[in-house]
């Protein structure tokens, strides 16, 4: 398991130097009553500028509109809207509000975690917009703040090292976030365990906090063949575990079907 010394130092090596340095003494408080237990030496995740260079496949195997059909078209009663090219992640990109913003959070790097989905940067952005990618998506119910409950797939051709390095973008899972405290109290949890049968890269992740006084959920699989990397994302309020995996597996029996992958 990784450790948040393992985790800061990976982490490190991926964010400007500014990230990794010791706060002045002239940050202003958090509006929480409650101080965090871990001191001002822990970095943040700070997303990294996005790169420069995008390494272009000399072929595609398949059409995008291959990707598009081989989504699942529902989830349950929702119909999902496809799209396509969701690769490279638009520029102007910028991360979500911090959803703990207002709440002392201990161990504080777990907020960023949290906030950022373990990505130090932008997701995706390596990829050329020449590769063939699509998504399907479905909003499930009224956004609040920053309760947004939805569902989504993606997949992107990447063969190799370059799936590899997708899967990678999200850095390893501290161990000690699988229990935080939020205000002084354990109110939230980031795990990340494996699920067989969707290869040996595959990577489940289930982050849980606090929104507006009730346990949100956010569960994400993101897993690689030989030819494709998809990545399933469902948030809510309402979030079972055997509904979640269920879609995906059903989402990836069509894939492979329709793709041969």
């Given at each position: 398991m990784?450790?948040?010394?393992r985790w800061s130092a990976a982490a490190c090596l991926l964010l400007p130097l500014t990230?990794?340095?010791?706060?002045?003494g002239n940050t202003e408080p958090r509006p929480s009553t409650v101080t965090s237990a871990v001191t001002s030496a822990v970095p943040r995740m700070t997303p990294v500028p996005r790169v420069s260079v995008t390494p272009t496949?000399?072929?595609?195997?398949?059409?995008?509109?291959?990707?598009?059909?081989?989504?699942?078209?529902?989830y349950g009663r929702h119909s999902l809207n496809k799209s396509l090219y969701p690769?490279?992640?638009?520029?102007?990109?910028?991360?979500?509000?911090?959803?703990?913003?207002?709440?002392?959070?201990a161990p504080e790097l777990c907020r960023d975690i949290i906030r950022y989905s373990g990505v130090p940067g932008v997701?995706?952005?390596?990829?050329?917009?020449?590769?063939?990618?699509?998504?399907?998506?479905?909003?499930?119910?009224?956004?609040t703040g920053p309760a947004r409950p939805f569902v989504s797939i993606n997949i992107v051709e990447l063969a190799g090292p370059l799936g590899d390095r997708l899967l990678d973008q999200r850095l390893?899972?501290?161990?000690?976030?699988?229990?935080?405290?939020?205000?002084?109290?354990?109110?939230?949890?980031?795990?990340?365990?494996?699920?067989?049968?969707?290869?040996?890269?595959?990577?489940?992740?289930?982050?849980t906090y606090p929104i507006a006084g009730k346990t949100w959920t956010e569960r994400t699989l993101q897993y690689r063949t030989a030819t494709y990397v998809v990545l399933v994302r469902l948030d809510a309020y309402i979030n079972p575990e055997a509904g979640f995996l269920a879609f995906a597996r059903q989402a990836r029996d069509r894939l492979t079907a329709e793709l041969k992958g």
């Amino acid at each position: 398991m990784w450790s948040l010394t393992r985790w800061s130092a990976a982490a490190c090596l991926l964010l400007p130097l500014t990230a990794c340095t010791t706060p002045s003494g002239n940050t202003e408080p958090r509006p929480s009553t409650v101080t965090s237990a871990v001191t001002s030496a822990v970095p943040r995740m700070t997303p990294v500028p996005r790169v420069s260079v995008t390494p272009t496949p000399a072929a595609n195997r398949y059409l995008v509109n291959d990707l598009e059909y081989a989504l699942p078209v529902a989830y349950g009663r929702h119909s999902l809207n496809k799209s396509l090219y969701p690769y490279p992640t638009e520029t102007g990109w910028k991360p979500r509000a911090d959803p703990l913003a207002g709440h002392a959070v201990a161990p504080e790097l777990c907020r960023d975690i949290i906030r950022y989905s373990g990505v130090p940067g932008v997701p995706g952005d390596f990829v050329a917009s020449t590769t063939p990618s699509a998504s399907a998506f479905a909003a499930l119910g009224p956004t609040t703040g920053p309760a947004r409950p939805f569902v989504s797939i993606n997949i992107v051709e990447l063969a190799g090292p370059l799936g590899d390095r997708l899967l990678d973008q999200r850095l390893p899972t501290p161990a000690e976030c699988a229990r935080i405290q939020v205000d002084g109290r354990p109110a939230a949890a980031v795990v990340e365990r494996r699920l067989p049968g969707f290869g040996v890269r595959a990577r489940y992740i289930v982050r849980t906090y606090p929104i507006a006084g009730k346990t949100w959920t956010e569960r994400t699989l993101q897993y690689r063949t030989a030819t494709y990397v998809v990545l399933v994302r469902l948030d809510a309020y309402i979030n079972p575990e055997a509904g979640f995996l269920a879609f995906a597996r059903q989402a990836r029996d069509r894939l492979t079907a329709e793709l041969k992958g």
